[in-house]
């Protein structure tokens, strides 16, 4: 099991920036890929980006691309998501999640935190 706590989530104008940081513990954190989810208000929870065990690997989501960036810490069991050019279209509850496998797909994950909610007003 790996408990999994995100924080870093506030209130932005469009066009700014929020750092997202998620502390996983309860397991080698250097062996397990590491993702980002978000579900906006009314609609389904979707992928954001992901990160392999040691950060060789990365994906984005398309509408994201080129504005977030997925990195983690081994040393401090800590995975971040820089978010820059925020749109309002970004509003959402984000959540961090842990997989044995890296994947995009929500099922391949099998520890979620509690979500912190990003806003971006226009």
């Known amino acids: 099991q790996v408990q999994l706590v995100e924080s870093g989530g506030g209130l932005v104008q469009a066009g700014g920036s929020l750092r997202l940081s998620c502390a996983a513990s309860g397991r080698t954190f250097s062996n397990i890929a590491m993702g980002w989810f978000r579900q906006a208000p009314g609609k389904e929870r979707e992928f954001v980006a992901a990160i392999s065990s040691r950060g060789a690997i990365l994906k984005y989501?398309?509408?994201?691309?080129?504005?977030?960036?997925i990195s983690r810490d081994n040393a401090r069991n800590t995975v971040f998501l820089q978010m820059n050019s925020l749109q309002p279209e970004d509003t959402a509850v984000y959540y961090c999640a842990a997989a044995p496998v890296f994947g995009v797909q929500d099922n391949y994950y099998q520890n979620w935190g509690r979500g912190t909610q990003v806003t971006v007003s226009s």
């Open 61 to 69: 989501a398309d509408p994201v691309k080129g504005r977030f960036s």
